[in-house]
Structures are given as C-alpha cells and as structure tokens.
C-alpha cells in the first residue's frame, strides 16, 4: 500500500514521497515483499530472527544484515549499515520469520560470520549527508558517459549509485564484449574524488534499473516482483501459437519477454492429450499437414495442397484417420467440423424499442404545429371571459367572440366599429327572451 501522504498535486504527479509511480505496484519501494507472518504469535520471542533486510535506492538493491543493536527494527526503519570504508543508509524491507524463509531459498546460512552488520538507526545527520550525495548521482551519471564516450570505449553506463557517506560509488554499464576499464577506472577517481567499482549488467537488469509500462499497461515485471531471469527462446512461442513478430514477442530490453514462460507450462500440459506424430495425413485429395493446435477447442489445423483453406479437426478424427494410413487405407475426405466464430445474437427486451431513424422532422413540426394552436385558443377563451362579466348564468355573452379579447374602444376608435358591434347586438339571440346581457346592465345603471 501506497504512503499515506501521496496525493495528486495539480500537475497530475503523485506528491509526498515523489515516487512518481511507485506508490501503485505497492508502497514506495520496488520488489517488495508482503509479510504474512508478522501477526502470528510466537511462543519464544527470544529465538527471533536477527538477520533483517535492508533495500538500497528504491529496491533496486537487497542486501541481509545482522541487527547487532538491542533495538528492534520493523519495516520502513531507515538504519545506517555497513559499508566499504564507512556506512550505507537504506531501508529496512523484511524483519522475522519471512527473513529465514528467504534465506532458506537462497541457501543462505543464518550463522553466517560474513553478514555485515545494522549499526543504528539513522539519525536526521545521517539522512541529511545521504541526500546530499544522492543528489550528485544524476551529474555523475551524465559526467561519467561523456568520459567513456572520450575515451572511446564501447561500453553504456546506466546508472550510479554513490554510497550514503559519499566514500564510493558503484557505475553500472552495459557492453556485448570485454571492455579494458582500467585507464577510465583512474579517470573516474580523479574526477569524483571517490573509491570506483565497475559492475556489469545485462539488459533485463538495465530495464529492472529504469522501469517503465509494458504493452500489456502494466509496469514492467523485472522493475515490480520479478527477482530471477530465466533463459527465453522462441520455442516457447511456436508452443503457444503465437506468429514470430520480434517486435511483437521483444519487450523494453530488446530480448525477448519474460511473459512467454509464465503460461508454457500450462499449454505443455495441454499438448499432451494431443496425438504424436500427426503432423501430415493421407488424404485423396492429397496429403494435408499440420499447421497450428488449438488447445482451447480441441482442434487441429490442417491445410490440403494447392489450397488455402483451413480445415479444423477433432482429436479423435485425426487419431482414426492416422490409423487407416498406418494400414494403407486413405480415407476419401478429412471431415471437418464446423466452427462459429460469430457471437449469438442478444434476445432484446419487449419492454424497450429502439425508435432510432423511426421518427421523422415533419412528424414532429405536425406537432408542434398543434401545441402551438392550442396555446393560442386557451389565451383567446381566457381573454373573451374576461370583459363578459354580465353574462347570466355564468355564460358569455354573444358579442365576447371578439378576436384575442380586445376591448370594444380598440376595434371601434373612428366611431364605426362600435356602431356595428351595437347593430349586431341589438337582438336577442336565438332560444332566448327577454333583452340581452348587455342591456340589463346599462339598464341596471
């Protein structure tokens, strides 16, 4: 698990710790290891392990220690250890029982005088002195390739690591053949004012070192977890049918990946139950060879001559048709099966309906056409009622039918529209008697 104090700043790197990417493979540190027996109780306290590990920049560099102090260390204690000619500072990443585990699969004795020593934990002195000379790391690794580079040699310096009291520092490179360092070995020690070692590296190691995401997005796994480098051909590829792209199958170290191994087992596991010596078959047609082996269905491939066509084959097909050509029968036809490659189509819901491209403009500007009409004829029933308070019996009168409800002053402003409308109501409507609303009220006035 991350720090507790790596959060996202505004330019989108993870703050606290600064370990721009760390932080997601687990903790701040690289390799590390999770202790499962740190919680389990042990009858003896006193026959715990006294050997610790303690990683150098980052987990790039492990090395075991003994806790010579009365000081218990547990994990994420910086200590100060020993180193050529003075002290190293790192961190302690395996305490306990897991630290005899470890030994163990390393046969490694845990008696073992040569072990250096913890001789304290680092005080605010020591970490100050160690970033100062980790600072210098990045100049000394430019200043340094340009030297070789004078020089003339053909070698590739990948990184420099510079002891926590600054006393010695270790150039790591990279070079196909034997490289005569010694005239540089000098030049090194003039330059830096340091005792210089020399250490060879391959190129899986030199991608462990620098880091980076591989094609499948995840980060590398010699840069997170992957201690060991087992050898990897291209038969491991050829096992699991996979076409022999170099730029496909090479990973960020220009070797092949590690990834084609961890899988093989399984597929050699899977060939098995596969018939031998079926790599061509006595056909009419022709005799049909063998081209790939598909583990997942069951399936061999074969392909007939002056042909293209594939033509899948059961297990079972292939062993009888290799029987009959061990008798001298040859059978008139392979008999494929039929494989479906296209997905079954999804039963859609009755509930939805996808009225996409169903639905179209003039649809809806009918409709719109129709909202809009009725807005206007609420507004002209509202306005009309309005200016016929003397209905009787809560009915408007005749004459309220004026278009938009306008007052009669409006339509009748040069004397004839309002002598108009007077003709027109001057008698009574049709069913009814008596003297229209109109009147009763001026007649009421």
Not at 58 to 71: D, I, V, Y
Not at 214 to 239: H, I, M, P, Q
Request: aromatic fraction near 6%; proline fraction near 4%; glycine fraction near 12%.
């Amino acid at each position: 698990m991350g720090c507790s104090s790596c959060g996202t700043s505004k330019g989108g790197k993870p703050t606290g710790c600064k370990s721009n990417g760390g932080c997601s493979t687990g903790g701040c540190n690289r390799m590390n290891v999770y202790d499962w027996l740190a919680n389990l109780p042990f009858s003896d306290p006193e026959s715990g392990c006294r050997i610790v590990e303690v990683s150098f920049n980052q987990g790039s560099r492990k090395e075991f220690f003994r806790n010579a102090t009365p000081q218990a260390l547990i994990r994420g204690d910086m200590v100060s250890v020993e180193g050529v000619s003075g002290f190293d500072v790192g961190e302690v990443s395996m305490t306990g029982e897991l630290v005899r585990l470890q030994l163990k699969k390393k046969g490694v004795e845990e008696r073992n005088p040569d072990f250096k020593k913890v001789l304290r934990k680092s005080s605010d002195k020591d970490l100050e002195i160690m970033q100062q000379n980790k600072s210098r790391e990045k100049e000394a690794l430019v200043r340094s390739r340009a030297i070789a580079r004078k020089l003339k040699l053909d070698m590739k310096m990948s990184e420099v690591e510079i002891q926590a009291d600054g006393r010695k520092a270790t150039f790591f490179y990279i070079a196909d053949d034997r490289v005569d360092f010694r005239e540089l070995i000098k030049v090194y020690a003039g330059e830096f004012r340091l005792k210089v070692e020399m250490r060879q590296i391959g190129a899986r190691q030199e991608a462990a070192k620098v880091g980076g995401v591989g094609s499948c997005g995840r980060e590398l796994c010699c840069a997170t977890w992957l201690t060991d480098f087992k050898s990897v051909n291209t038969t491991a590829a050829r096992y699991q049918n996979l076409s022999i792209n170099q730029s496909k199958l090479s990973g960020q170290c220009g070797r092949l990946k590690c990834c084609l191994n961890y899988e093989l087992d399984t597929y050699l596991d899977a060939l098995q139950n596969f018939p031998e010596n079926a790599d061509s078959l006595q056909v009419a047609k022709g005799t049909a060879s063998l081209i790939k082996k598909d583990i997942f269905k069951n399936l061999m491939w074969y392909v007939l001559p002056d042909s293209n066509k594939q033509y899948p084959l059961t297990i079972e097909r292939v062993r009888k048709i290799r029987q009959m050509n061990m008798q001298n029968v040859v059978p008139e036809t392979l008999e494929p099966v039929e494989v479906t490659t296209a997905k079954p189509k999804e039963e859609v819901e009755s509930g939805f309906v996808d009225l996409v491209g169903q639905i179209s403009l003039k649809t809806l500007e009918k409709a719109d056409r129709k909202k809009k009409h009725g807005q206007h004829k609420h507004q002209a029933q509202h306005g009309g009622g309005t200016g016929n308070r003397g209905g009787r019996d809560g009915k408007p009168a005749e004459g309220a039918g004026n278009r938009g409800g306008q007052p009669e002053g409006r339509r009748g402003r040069d004397g004839s529209g309002g002598g108009n409308r007077d003709q027109k109501r001057s008698g009574p409507p049709p069913g009814r008697t008596g003297p229209p609303p109109s009147q009763d009220k001026n007649t009421k006035g």
